[in-house]
């Protein structure tokens, strides 16, 4: 038998998709409330704690394959990678969402979102109401919908692996240095 080594793309892949069908699991648990336009600010620090725990999860197997040494730009490199796979998984389901799923999504949201407005400022004249939905409108959208999704976890994956990478990283000259 062979030895089975685990590689570093591995742990990416494996991590990535686990924090992939998470927040998929999570949506569809979202959507199942009847929460899919106004979801409870929990959700999101919900979320935001998987994120955090898996990113952390896939840099410490980083360390341990690394006899227990990390640098900052392993963990980097680790939490986008991860980050990354992640965000591919949630813009083919956020694709298939709102082609399949619920194919109104975009125009419902638009609804609440102009709802919202009239809320927070009653005193909006029918232009500026205009005006902002027009910009809405154009920040909406499957192309713009992916880039932000990828670009958000990119980001979040970003500030978790450089913090969790400066608490976890050990190199030889510190070792040496003591």
Known sequence: MEN???TPKQIML????????????LNVAI???GKIYDPHWSMAVIGIAITVAIIIMGIKQIKQLNDGFLTLG???????????ISGLIGVAYTLIFTNFIEPE?????AEVQQQNLLEQYPNFTDEQLEASMAMAEKMTGPVIAAAMNIIGSLFVGFIISLIGGLIMKKSDEEITSI
């Open 4 to 6: 089975q080594t685990t």
């Open 14 to 25: 494996n991590y990535g998709l686990i924090l992939g069908f998470t927040g998929i699991l």
């Open 31 to 33: 959507f199942a409330m």
């Open 74 to 84: 392993e963990a980097l490199k680790t939490g986008l990678g991860i980050a990354l």
């Open 105 to 109: 999504y975009f125009t419902r949201m």
